[in-house]
């Protein structure tokens, strides 16, 4: 089956130790994100390719970087993590001018210790 | 701009009873109007979305929901609740194709089903 798949689904690190996450996808499409998600709350948006052309989110920190090499693939890296930045990661994928539902993968949850 | 909101953070319904899951939505143009379900450490799964068409859109899990355009609505709905029902669900909207626009998700309300 097409589907998105992050790894690892759970990361511990130390504080201000880098970590990356992965992102793959078998669906093809040209658009991904990369989403923080808190307690429960409402994903919150970091990022987002369409195709390669990269975008930030105003308040997404400048401690939080992306790749997207090709289509398929997409890292987040945070380049040193603090007490704050523990969440659940998810990427997510939709198809460029469709009706733009998301595709999600199952997540990463980091922990900072 | 767009905004969503899930007025309850939580909503209890017994096993085999409906269950309403409400949303209210803001956008300039027409919308495209989705929910979302999320188990405990997973990430969301698509359930249903709107885009045009009948008003009454049907969904995974026997899930279904009714867009109201005079009300800014598009409330969750289903028949009779599993106690497998029980997650977080979220509403998110967006005005316009993918690509084209971000797509805005409510605070999330939490369903939670007795036996």
């Known amino acids: 089956d097409a589907m998105v798949i992050q790894n690892p689904r759970y990361q511990v690190t130390q504080f201000g130790k880098p970590v990356t996450l992965s992102c793959s996808q078998t669906l093809n499409h040209n658009v991904m994100y990369w989403y923080q998600q808190k307690s429960s709350q409402a994903p919150k948006l970091l990022f987002h390719y369409y195709d390669k052309d990269f975008n930030n989110e105003a308040d997404t920190p400048d401690n939080f970087q992306s790749r997207r090499p090709n289509t398929s693939f997409c890292f987040l890296d945070i380049r040193s993590p603090g007490l704050g930045d523990a969440a659940m990661y998810l990427c997510?994928?939709?198809?460029?001018?469709?009706?733009?539902?998301?595709?999600f993968g199952e997540g990463s949850r980091l922990t900072v210790l | 701009a767009q905004s969503v909101a899930q007025p309850e953070d939580q909503v209890n319904v017994a096993e085999g009873n409906p269950l309403t899951v409400k949303c209210t939505y803001s956008v300039s143009g027409n919308p495209y109007l989705f929910w979302y379900v999320q188990y405990p450490n997973r990430g969301l799964q698509f359930l249903l979305k709107y885009i045009t068409g009948d008003n009454l859109v049907k969904g995974s899990y026997g899930f279904e929901a009714e867009f109201n355009k005079s009300q800014t609505s598009f409330h969750l709905k289903k028949p009779s609740a599993l106690v497998s029902d029980s997650a977080l669900y979220f509403c998110a909207v967006r005005d316009s194709p993918a690509g084209a626009s971000k797509i805005i998700f409510g605070s999330g309300t939490r369903l939670s089903i007795r036996p």
């Open positions: 997510a994928t939709s198809r460029r001018g469709g009706t733009g539902e998301l595709f």
